[in-house]
């Protein structure tokens, strides 16, 4: 124990002698050498003694020291193996009591050791502090400019121990050397948009609820002109009930029903009777549910809620100045195409459900029909002939024709499904219409009677429907909606050939 502290005390004093005489001779640069080593880890005397070892070379220097270190482990060991094998095999030693130096310098040695360690934590903390400022300042400055790549003042280590000390080294300036601490590095706040700048405002411009709240170079930046519609509810009450009759126009059940009602209420205003409506009952639910505008209408005339089911307008409520706009407005309605045109095909819905109902009705009427019938030809198999469809209101019916089947064939068909409908067809009540072809006209059945279907463009298939004509039709007046050859099916004829 003494020998080794002797030669401890001999390597100081060599390293200190060499030190002094490198400081003496310019040795600045082996200082550097020792700090470098120091850094990773190393002892400074042995850190002196390995430079000396390499000449000067600091990573087989840095490769020696881990050689010797894990040599020394393994030795240690090995030692202590030993020793403990003697201390079985033999008697144990009367201890010697007499004070000895050898604990002094052993506690001396351990704490300049402690100080040692304190001293390179220390430094670590510093040196992680001081890169922790550095990464925040670099993220402040990201997107300004590109940093070049940093070059490193040693050389890169090529070998094994040199890259294991240099990683120590490493691991001491982040602050993992020894108990120090690192500083954590916070990460860098990404910076994001709100969607609720894009999201509809309670308190938006132009429409009330219904406005778009947008960002200045949003939007209204680059389409000044669009501007978002209003809710009903913050129309006028005249703008409303304008606008609910117009979208009430192609539902003329609708119209009749509120007209009605409105009627009633102005002539009766204090009946209760007239200015409760009760949305269960089977009137309501055929005519007005889920007609578009018809309870906004009747909520413009100063109609509440009351409950889920019920509508109500008080008599204080009732304006007869809003009763005649709404009325108006209801007339309005009644003069427009669309509603005339689903006007005619109610009633015309009506009559065909009669007609197709008489036969349960009237034996007379079922024995027209099986006449009809008997004058067909035979249909032909599956997969041959012209696959006729024609549509009566909102039944389709299908039958398989010969190519060289008449038109009149087909008539008598069509008689089979009602006696009267050939008749009102011939006197252009109705009309019977090719929908294969466009514009949709009415084919003439008195000219193209005897024409098989074939001519008449019903090859090899025929999509018929029957409708209420109009006034031009029943006036025997050309349409005006012809176009030569704008008849479909193989070898038919021009379209001014069946008129």
């Given at each position: 124990m003494f020998k080794r502290f002797t030669?401890?005390?001999?390597?100081?004093?060599?390293?200190?002698?060499?030190?002094?005489?490198?400081?003496?001779?310019?040795?600045?640069?082996e200082e550097e050498k020792v700090r470098r080593l120091r850094g990773m880890g190393f002892d400074a005397a042995e850190a002196r003694h390995a430079l000396r070892s390499c000449d000067g070379d600091v990573e087989r220097a840095a490769e020696l020291l881990l050689l010797s270190r894990q040599g020394g482990g393994n030795a240690a060991g090995a030692g202590r193996g030993r020793a403990r094998g003697r201390d079985r095999a033999s008697p144990p030693r009367r201890a010697n009591t007499a004070p000895s130096g050898e604990d002094d310098v052993r506690r001396a040695m351990e704490a300049s050791r402690r100080d040692e360690e304190q001293r390179m934590v220390r430094e670590a903390q510093e040196a992680s502090m001081a890169a922790g400022a550095g990464a925040a300042t670099t993220t402040r400055t990201v997107g300004t400019k590109k940093k070049g790549k940093k070059k490193s003042a040693a050389a890169q280590p090529t070998t094994a121990a040199g890259r294991a000390a240099a990683k120590r080294a490493d691991e001491a300036a982040q602050g993992k050397f020894g108990t120090g601490k690192g500083v954590k590095k916070k990460p860098a706040a990404v910076k994001t948009q709100s969607f609720d700048s894009y999201l509809p405002s309670s308190s938006g411009g132009g429409g009330g609820g219904g406005g778009v709240r947008m960002k200045s170079n949003g939007l209204t930046a680059h389409h000044p002109n669009v501007k978002v519609p209003g809710q009903m509810k913050d129309k006028t009450k005249e703008e409303q009930i304008l606008r609910c009759a117009d979208r009430l126009s192609p539902h003329p059940a609708a119209v009749d029903t509120l007209y009605?009602?409105?009627?009633?209420?102005?002539?009766?205003?204090?009946?209760?009777?007239?200015?409760?409506?009760?949305?269960?009952?089977?009137?309501?639910?055929?005519?007005?549910?889920?007609?578009?505008?018809?309870?906004?209408?009747?909520?413009?005339?100063?109609?509440?809620?009351?409950?889920?089911?019920?509508?109500?307008?008080?008599?204080?409520m009732v304006d007869p100045a809003l009763l005649y706009l709404g009325i108006t407005a209801l007339e309005k309605a009644k003069a427009t195409e669309e509603y005339k045109d689903e006007k005619l095909k109610a009633a015309f819905a009506k009559e065909i459900k009669n007609i197709q109902l008489s036969a349960n009705d009237s034996e007379a009427e079922a024995v027209r029909r099986a006449e009809f019938m008997a004058k067909c030809p035979s249909e032909p198999k599956g997969g041959q002939g012209a696959l006729v469809q024609l549509t009566i209101a909102d039944q389709t019916v299908r039958r398989r024709f010969d190519g060289d089947d008449i038109f009149r064939d087909v008539l008598n068909w069509i008689g089979g499904h009602g006696s009267a409908i050939p008749n009102k067809i011939a006197s252009r009540e109705w009309c019977l219409v090719d929908l294969n072809r466009y514009p949709v006209v009415p084919i003439d059945t008195e000219k193209n009677i005897d024409k098989t279907l074939q001519f008449i463009g019903c090859w090899p298939s025929g999509k018929l429907e029957i409708r209420p004509s109009t006034d031009e039709w029943k006036q025997l007046k050309d349409t005006g909606g012809e176009v030569m050859g704008s008849s479909r099916g193989l070898g038919s004829a021009p379209t001014d050939e069946l008129h």
């Open positions: 030669d401890e005390m001999a390597g100081a004093a060599s390293a200190a002698t060499s030190g002094l005489r490198g400081f003496i001779n310019g040795g600045g640069e009605r009602a409105l009627t009633a209420v102005r002539d009766d205003p204090a009946n209760d009777r007239y200015r409760k409506v009760d949305k269960t009952t089977a009137g309501y639910v055929n005519t007005l549910k889920d007609r578009p505008g018809a309870e906004d209408m009747l909520l413009a005339m100063s109609f509440k809620k009351r409950g889920a089911n019920e509508l109500v307008l008080e008599r204080s």
